[in-house]
């Protein structure tokens, strides 16, 4: 109690730095770590835009659902095509994905 108290910058006698020791650099940059982060930061922005645009689009189209049903139906026409035409065996593939995916878009009744 009663003791002086210093309110800034006070220099002790003895705290001086020694000239001979080197300079302790903590504001210098990591340039790797700097490189690695922007790298990162871009590609991120990029995906974020990609995806944005793919809703986008999507909603523009009539919503997922919608565009998921009409690729399954190409699937399926695209599949039949290709028997009908007598291709090598990729048109069965075709209308078995085509088929699949069709399976997740229409109602199935629950009785």
């Known amino acids: 109690m009663g003791e002086r108290v210093h309110v800034g910058r006070v220099e002790a006698p003895g705290d001086a730095p020694s000239p001979s020791s080197p300079p302790i650099?903590?504001?210098?940059?990591?340039?790797v770590g700097d490189r690695?982060?922007?790298v990162?930061?871009?590609f991120r922005e990029r995906v974020d835009g990609v995806l944005e645009f793919i809703?986008?689009?999507?909603?523009?189209?009539?919503g997922p659902r919608?565009?998921?049903f009409a690729?399954?139906?190409a699937c399926l026409a695209g599949g039949l095509g290709e028997c009908i035409r007598g291709g090598t065996g990729w048109g069965v593939f075709w209308m078995t994905i085509g088929g699949f995916w069709l399976a997740f878009y229409l109602p199935m009744s629950r009785d």
């Open 55 to 62: 809703g986008q689009l999507l909603a523009a189209l009539g």
């Open 66 to 68: 919608r565009v998921g």
């Open 36 to 38: 690695s982060r922007r």
């Open 25 to 31: 650099d903590y504001g210098r940059a990591d340039p």
């Open 71 to 73: 690729s399954a139906l």
């Open 40 to 42: 990162t930061g871009f």
